[in-house]
């Protein structure tokens, strides 16, 4: 499964291009109860929990990273958390560093398990022990990148199994398969990545053909752009108009809201809108 971090935190639009995580340490107890009880729905489930977070080290997500950690540590579930520095380990395209996480996972794999029923029996041969749960910020990109990883090693393992293939043949010698395989998983991620975000996801070049290229990295500054866009000015009026359909936004007819435009909205507005529509306007031409 995927989620973000499950404690109290905030990250409001600014008009920044990433903007602050605000977390609130002095809270303590509220966090661990919060995650509790998220833990406890799955392990009534599963029997274990693997809990990896790809969240940086540095700068802005720092503090929820160590929060995280923090209250891991504290819960006392059967869980075990791997951290993860996507960002920091695939700098520069070292994107074959992703290969060390699914080395330190291999054993967590092999331990998940599998459902496995065959036909003609009133139970199941096996069934799947744990959980993993993965997560970065807002769960859509870095962690779409690992789950395609990790679910095409465990679907490895269930087709070895029932022999379908060797056990020294992997997906990966089947080029029309992992392709079919890997487009699934793309329009997976992208398809969530546009309820949430309203762009599909970044680094999809890499999920589709195991690879980034020029022009996918042209289609992420042109998404990134047009995420930015969504968020600071689209997103607000949404979130207002789910909260008045569902009851959650109080009226006052005695004093309503005033809407007001500052000085310099009045005069930039326009002309950031025309340069961002030509950025994604270059961008798009240049991907097409």
């Known amino acids: 499964i995927r989620g973000s971090v499950p ?33 406890d729905y799955w392990l009534r489930k599963y029997d274990r929990l693997i809990l990896i977070s790809l969240l940086s080290r ?25 951290e993860f520095d996507f960002n920091e380990k695939c700098k520069g395209a070292r994107w074959d560093a992703l290969e060390e996480l699914m080395q330190i996972l291999e054993l967590q794999m092999a331990q998940c398990g599998y459902f496995l029923y065959k036909k003609g029996k009133a139970t199941a041969d096996r069934n799947q ?25 465990m679907l490895e393992r269930q087709l070895k199994a029932v022999g379908i293939l060797n056990d020294n043949e992997r997906i990966g010698n089947h080029i029309n398969f992992e392709g079919e395989y ?47 866009w969504i968020n600071n000015f689209c997103d607000g009026f949404r979130q207002d108009s789910y909260d008045f359909m569902l009851g959650r936004y109080p009226i006052d007819h005695e004093n309503p809201m005033k809407y007001s435009l500052h000085t ?25």
Not at 14 to 21: E, Q, T, Y
Not at 129 to 153: A, E, G, H, P, Y
Not at 268 to 286: F, G, P
């Open 264 to 288: 310099w909205r009045k005069r930039h507005y326009a002309w950031l809108t025309i340069i961002l529509l030509l950025i994604c306007y270059v961008t798009s031409r240049c991907c097409s």
């Open 7 to 39: 404690v109290i935190w905030s990250q409001k639009p600014n008009l920044h291009w990433s903007p602050c995580i605000v977390v609130d340490f002095e809270i303590g107890v509220g966090h661990v109860e919060r995650f509790r009880r998220h833990c």
């Open 129 to 153: 022990k744990s959980l993993f749960r993965t997560n970065c910020v807002d769960s859509l990109d870095r962690t779409n990148v690992i789950q395609t990883l990790i679910s095409c090693k």
């Open 182 to 228: 890997r487009r699934l998983w793309a329009d997976n991620g992208d398809s969530i990545s546009e309820q949430y975000a309203g762009t599909a996801a970044l680094k999809s070049d890499f999920v589709r053909y195991r690879s980034r290229t020029l022009i996918g990295q042209l289609d992420d500054l042109k998404k990134t752009f047009y995420r930015w």
């Open 58 to 82: 540095k700068k802005q997500e720092e503090d929820l990273a160590e929060l995280y950690g923090q209250v891991c540590r504290n819960i006392g579930l059967n869980m075990q958390l791997i």
